[in-house]
């Protein structure tokens, strides 16, 4: 375990390797939640649109407007939410992993493979989590959509979640070996 009482700006101590998982992380997934929702909201207008357009009922102007705010509001309701509580958990995960089991970082291979498997896997299981509480918490039935959505949008936050701990993974590594350089 790392020493949390050095103070060393270059030396990897507890608090920071905690500290630049969760925000580094945390910070990614409520980008990535919001670029989640926004396509989530284009995909939704699209079919919206492609609905009025072959529908044999005449639509207007109002529905359409309603139809790209209930996109984007609908969305961004859950899809923001998802990715700060997802990223939020994993911030939390690779700070705990790494500092309990990889500190000092002596293996970079295995480190690198145990935080994609275990974060994707955390993501998947935390997204769905998300997304359940979500949509009972609605209660309304319009909102029932999320648990048939969330077998798509599982894999590609857990995917994405993956791939986060990566950019945390190489600047983890890349300041241990700055720091023993020095």
């Not at 103070?7 to 990535?32: C, D, H, K, P, Q």
């Not at 974060?119 to 935390?126: D, L, N, Q």
Request: glycine share 10%.
């Amino acid at each position: 375990m790392t020493d949390i009482t050095t103070s060393s700006n270059s030396e990897m101590t507890a608090v920071r390797i905690f500290w630049n998982s969760l925000y580094r992380i945390s910070s990614l997934g409520f980008l990535f939640g919001a670029i989640i929702s926004a396509v989530c909201a284009l995909g939704y207008i699209i079919l919206a649109m492609l609905g009025m357009l072959f529908s044999s009922n005449t639509s207007s102007a109002s529905e359409l407007t309603l139809s790209i705010l209930g996109g984007f509001g609908g969305t961004a309701i859950v899809g923001i939410p998802v990715g700060l509580v997802v990223g939020l958990l994993n911030g939390l995960l690779i700070g705990a992993i790494t500092i309990n089991f990889f500190s000092p970082l002596r293996n970079i291979q295995l480190y690198l493979w145990c935080l994609r498997i275990i974060t994707a896997a955390i993501g998947i299981v935390a997204t769905h989590f998300t997304l359940a509480v979500a949509s009972n918490l609605f209660g309304d039935s319009s909102y029932r959509w999320l648990d048939y959505v969330s077998i798509f949008i599982d894999p590609i936050f857990g995917l994405s979640m993956g791939w986060i701990s990566q950019i945390f993974a190489k600047w983890y590594i890349r300041e241990t070996q700055r720091a023993r350089r020095e």
